[in-house]
């Protein structure tokens, strides 16, 4: 696009101000590919926090003496130096109070407290999530930690220092990472869960065997048990449930995390179902010049077409990207989610894509689904480990639906990525089937067991 | 398909004769298919050497001691007898020496070298392939090895115990893995490559990290070399190359595999430009009722619709498989390969999937390629590891081409999968870029590896 001479002096003059919300992973990710779409554009940043550009899915490793450098700085990606130096201009400790669509301003509460009105022309609310905070850990006792940001990540540090108990309460992503760290450092583990099994997103069949690792890992596994309070003075002593008194000088709360709309809902923005920020493919929201990226946000899941709520990290940043190309007069666009998630738990990577058998047919599709116990590598080699696949199809169409994963080496829950690369092309499972994957006998059997499973799915379709 | 009673007797009492020349990959998945697909079908499978469906991948880990059990048995996949069970009649030490297309017969010495005619409906050429013995190789002298089947991994097992210092000529796959399994058993070795350098299937800038952990586990790579003859009498001595002796009291050359297409021939059947049997996606060749498939066999490469000659494991065995439900009456299609292959050497993971920018170049695509040297798990995590990735496309197009990668965790090259199965799809970078991959601190970067070298590709095209 060329631009005559009157327009390219107008924006030379005037250049366009893209205000962003949130300096994390959209936040920053939108800045960065603004700044790259247009450089002349006035990119400022007001980041509530201490820290941008953090990986907070680091926070148990740091937690676990696994960083390469000890300490939380390792997991800062970058300083807000580093994006001055690339014409982005951060404030940390400034909160976004409000924001006025018509005048097209921002109010701003700096650290000392001076409240300011900052204009834009593009607005992006990357606002994240919090995690859930339920009422019993509305408290003021010592020892009980939610684990989110960094600050959340070193106060959590410090009071490990002291500990010898923990209960975790909650069985998903994070309980089950920090149940492993927790145990690294020689603590006892009791590990809290209100439904009937824990990593309860993933179908019965692979929930047995992470039950099973954990148990064996020596952390004292309750399921089917609700918190109702703490007990405790100044320090938390333990957590009362509707199966008794857990002893516990810590408590880790990790109960999920919901996205923090507040801004949003102030500024007119329309949530969507799921609670977070409706946005479009290019993630503009409702109003003219306001975006939304990340973890405050709704997308499409990729298998259904429907807007869901599924906050991770590589989503966030793409929306984040998206966004920033969009805002500096650029063209992209969000291809959806596929929930593609992985973690690792005592030694297991735990892995899904797509949807599982429970949610394909709670979306109404003729699902079928297959199970799978094998080997990662040939059968006959020595480093051979057990992997458990579900594959899931869809009747009459043969379409891809989803995967899920438990590897007992880890790693090998990676290679879920070969059904989350053909979910994204809207691939069938004869596709999968006909996959010319790699084979030598340190790595995987002549028929990698996802051709394996493909071929068991195919004829079930 | 209905038949009638006249028909159903007729088949009863003249069951389809389908006869099977080669009992390993491709014969024995042919076998097991049109068994399936045919019950009734009278099946047999001739079989020169003593074992079938045995993995010969699996060699250099059984001479590495690298398998559960030890000793070459556990290489067996399928035995006659199991065979047998399934009505599928093997006979081993049988020859097939002529057919006999117009009578529908073949001419079979058996182990009593007996000669008989055995006639049949649908004809399976499955001979395989054999290793190039190049002329200094012909040679009576003992220490000097081919390694393809389960007596050659016992007879070179019989020589490393009185073995000291190895030759082994060939730089490719199993020259490389082997490097590692010799120096694993602390024999000297020299790798002599005619090539500039060693894994010469792959681009330049991925070939000099294999030469440095080659070197780094102790190899004397000399390449450029070319071997003119061996010393020694009784046992080799020494190999004689056009850059000085090498003393070595074992040799094992390892300088390529060529299709075995003697009986084809014999029987009138075309070989195709690649000197390996013509087949059409049914895995038929130009004469009726005979099939192909596997190792003696080419096939249509998937990115460039062009045959290739390219004899692995996974296609040997699809291809069998295609032409058992083929020759049973089913409709089974061969997809055609993309050259996906992995191995290990010195815990390196090297693999590639469809073109390299030098082969895509050759068949006249305007390919551009980017590479990218990053680390397998996120950047801070303890756990990480460099990798080399490649990635080929196409410009205009935005076709996906191809991948090569080095990983110095070797389960890392496993992830070249990812575009493999979006290769089978004829997937675009940019299809690439927008996957959906797994991410977690020890397993991938926020942005894995893949979408940050489509990300820069994308750029290019």
Redesign the interface.
Known sequence: MRLTLRWAIALKLNPMRIVIVGGV?AGMSAASRAQRQRPDADIVVFEAGEYISY?A??LP?ALGG????EGFG??VIRTPEQMRGRGISVRLGHRVQGVDAQAGTVTVCGPDGAVTAEPYDRLLLATGSEPVRPPFAQTDLRGVHLLKTIPDGQALEETLRSSKRVCIIGGGYIGL?MAEILRGRGLSVVLVERAAEVASVLDGPLRAPVRAALEAGGVDVRTGVSVTGLTGQGRVTGVQTDAGLIRADTVLVAVGIRPRTELAQAAGVSLGATGAIAVNARQETGVPGIFAAGDCAESLH?VTGQPVYIP????A?RMGRVAGVNMAGGDATF?G????????TFGL?V?L?GLTQAQAEKAGLDAVSVDLTTTDA???????RPVHLRLTGERGTGRLLGAQMVAE??????????V??????G?SVQ??F???????????S???FPLVAADRLLRQL
Chains 1, 2 share one sequence.
């Open positions: 992973a990986a899915c680091g490793y696994e960083l390469k450098e390792r997991l990472e990729r991770l990290a590589l989503g940043n291809p989610t596929l929930g593609t998630g992985i973690f690792k990577g892995a894509t040939a059968g006959y080699h020595q480093d051979a080496e880890h790693h090998a829950a990676k290679r879920i990525d070969v989350a690369a053909l979910l994204g092309v691939g596709d999968l006909e996959s010319d994957l790699a084979y030598a006998p340190p790595f995987s002549t028929w990698d």
